[in-house]
């Protein structure tokens, strides 16, 4: 299964509305992931099951999304927001990411 | 609190071994699936290896079957992930990451990565 995220890059403000997506090439059902990534770190879990926030995730994250097609919201951008951001399908393959920069 | 670290990075030649290890803190580790997932400098993330909670189920990524081993030892918490034949391709942070479940999951907790470089 190939995931395919998009846009690469995202030039967004702080208190804007991010939108980053994700398409499987082929079903993954609700077994897909999101990760946050910052220089010098390690990911963390931010989405697991789609839709559900994991541990300590602010609501400002939100995920949706089933079978082929997946999105990652930010309803208001904080200036700790801005990463690289990774879709996984459960234990698998991960996207290629998404840059979230400040514009 | 759940803490999980890498150990047994290193530079080693192409074609050499490394065995890198993943000691795992604040949960049960028996239950629980864990992988490793690798990045290059400057890349994206790679899933490389899995491994069941029993240690029954192993699964690999197709650029590293038949060189890697992943195993674990249940009685130390800790997980392995043994590499053979490596090229300088395999150079990359070499994260472990422990799953939500004993087969699969989301990765939930992360170490902080050990460096492998494969150079002459």
């Known amino acids: 299964i190939v995931l395919t995220q998009s846009p690469g890059t995202l030039s967004l403000s702080p208190g804007e509305r991010a939108t980053l997506s994700c398409r499987a090439s082929?079903?993954?059902?609700?077994?897909l992931a999101w990760y946050q990534q910052k220089p010098g770190q390690a990911p963390r879990l931010l989405i697991y099951?789609?839709?559900s926030r994991a541990t300590g995730i602010p609501d400002r994250f939100s995920g949706g999304g089933s079978g082929t097609d997946f999105t990652l919201t930010i309803s208001r951008l904080e200036p700790e927001d801005f990463a690289v951001y990774y879709c996984q399908q459960y234990g698998g393959t991960f996207g290629q990411g998404t840059k979230l920069e400040i514009k | 609190e759940v803490q999980l670290l890498e150990s047994g990075g290193g530079l080693v030649q192409p074609g050499g071994s490394l065995r890198l290890s993943c000691a795992a803190f604040?949960?049960?580790?028996?239950?629980?699936?864990m992988s490793w997932v690798r990045q290059a400098p400057g890349k994206g993330l790679e899933w490389v290896s899995g491994i069941s909670a029993s240690g029954g189920g192993t699964y690999y990524a197709g650029s590293v079957k038949g060189r890697f081993i992943i195993s674990r030892d249940n009685s130390k918490d800790t997980g392995y992930l043994q590499m053979n034949s490596l090229r300088a391709e395999d150079t990359a942070v070499y994260y472990c990451?422990?799953?939500?479940?004993?087969?699969?999951?989301?990765?939930?907790?992360w170490g902080q990565g050990t460096l492998v470089a494969v150079s002459s």
């Open positions: 082929q079903s993954v059902n609700s077994y």
């Open positions: 099951g789609a839709s």
């Open positions: 604040g949960f049960t580790f028996e239950n629980y699936a």
């Open positions: 990451a422990k799953s939500q479940g004993k087969t699969a999951g989301a990765f939930d907790f």
